[in-house]
């Protein structure tokens, strides 16, 4: 009877519990831009562009989208690589965070009935439309400068891509210039359905020298390539780095005290490979956000004991 008691009472006195792992929380800010962002593109509108400029046009609001949306202070203004006839003139006004069907405007500006010269001079074209004092509407002195070239050709202008990003820099020497380049692809160019380009050389060292986006111009998913340009462009974070690993299914994301949803397309994921929580479209933390991720860290799996010797 003693033995059958004590194997009861041992019975009782055992219970499992649960360790509960300690709540963690990392807080990020989206970065803003200071004084805003003059975003110039330079549009080559010669003849062999039109595939290229329907394109551009049919796509636009996925560029557009995500500008408008940013809360940057933009400035947006278009040029043509046509230094013959327009000489670096704005195609129409000047879009900013007040402006009204900007997906219009923005189209309007890129489509031409007329074709432009063939002798593309995008470099020369870019320094007269980011000058504050030819282009005073649209070039601030003191905001960041952000050009998007957009050719099938390469750059004929009279100077290298040297001079150009010095001649670039000195319009505002206190901001950011980063030089973007949806071209043909290196080392002989680019084909596609629905496009043909020769490489953009001279465009690409720019685009390179200063940390810019590269986009093919023959790609056939203008929106997806569109919607990369505009994150670059107006400087917003896709990818923030946790503090500690997390044990993933735990994770909950807040921006500005919204719940984000953790999803493929406009939500977010997490990334184990550099331990990162990243963003896709729409959920992209605007300008000035803050991002808190709360998460319990992961410990690993048990450790199995080693087996008694005999």
């Known amino acids: 009877m003693k033995r059958i008691f004590l194997a009861m009472a041992f019975g009782v006195a055992c219970s499992d519990y649960e360790?509960?792992?300690?709540?963690?929380?990392?807080?990020?800010?989206?970065?803003?831009?200071?004084?805003?962002?003059?975003?110039?593109w330079v549009v080559d509108?010669?003849?062999?562009?039109?595939?290229?400029?329907?394109?551009?046009?049919?796509?636009?609001?996925?560029?557009?989208?995500?500008?408008?949306?940013?809360?940057v202070d933009f400035h947006l203004g278009v040029v043509s690589t046509d230094m013959d006839d327009r000489a670096g003139a704005l195609l129409g006004p000047v879009l900013d965070m007040d402006s009204t069907d900007m997906v219009d405007g923005f189209?309007?500006?890129?489509?031409?009935?007329?074709?432009?010269?063939?002798?593309?001079?995008?470099f020369d074209a870019a320094l007269v439309g980011a000058d504050p004092t030819f282009n005073p509407d649209f070039a601030r002195a003191g905001a960041d400068l952000?050009?998007?070239?957009f050719s099938d050709e390469d750059d004929h202008s009279s100077i290298d891509p040297v001079?150009?990003?010095?001649?670039?820099?000195?319009?505002?020497?206190?901001?950011?210039?980063?030089?973007?380049?949806?071209v043909g692809d290196?080392?002989?160019?680019?084909?596609?359905?629905?496009?043909?380009?020769?490489?953009?050389?001279?465009y690409l060292a720019a685009q390179d020298a200063t940390m810019g986006r590269r986009e093919s111009i023959c790609t056939l998913d203008y929106g997806a390539m569109l919607a990369r340009v505009a994150l670059d462009v107006i400087g917003l974070e896709t990818s923030f780095v946790l503090n500690r690993v997390p044990s993933p299914t735990t994770i909950e994301l807040s921006v500005d005290g919204v719940f984000v949803a953790r999803r493929a397309e406009d939500g977010w994921r997490y990334n184990p490979g550099d331990n990162s929580i990243v963003f896709d479209g729409f959920a992209v933390p605007k300008a000035g956000a803050t991002i808190l991720a709360e998460y319990t860290e992961w410990r690993g799996p048990l450790e199995e004991l080693p087996e008694d010797e005999d």
């Open 146 to 149: 952000e050009v998007v070239i």
């Open 107 to 122: 189209v309007a500006q890129i489509g031409s009935d007329v074709a432009g010269s063939r002798d593309e001079r995008g």
């Open 163 to 182: 001079t150009f990003l010095a001649a670039l820099q000195a319009l505002r020497p206190s901001a950011q210039v980063k030089v973007h380049a949806v």
């Open 186 to 202: 290196p080392p002989a160019g680019c084909v596609s359905a629905l496009a043909a380009a020769d490489v953009g050389a001279a």
């Open 19 to 40: 360790i509960i792992g300690k709540t963690e929380s990392d807080t990020f800010f989206q970065a803003t831009r200071g004084e805003g962002v003059d975003i110039l």
């Open 45 to 71: 509108d010669s003849a062999t562009m039109y595939e290229e400029h329907d394109l551009l046009m049919d796509s636009a609001g996925a560029f557009i989208g995500f500008v408008a949306n940013s809360a």
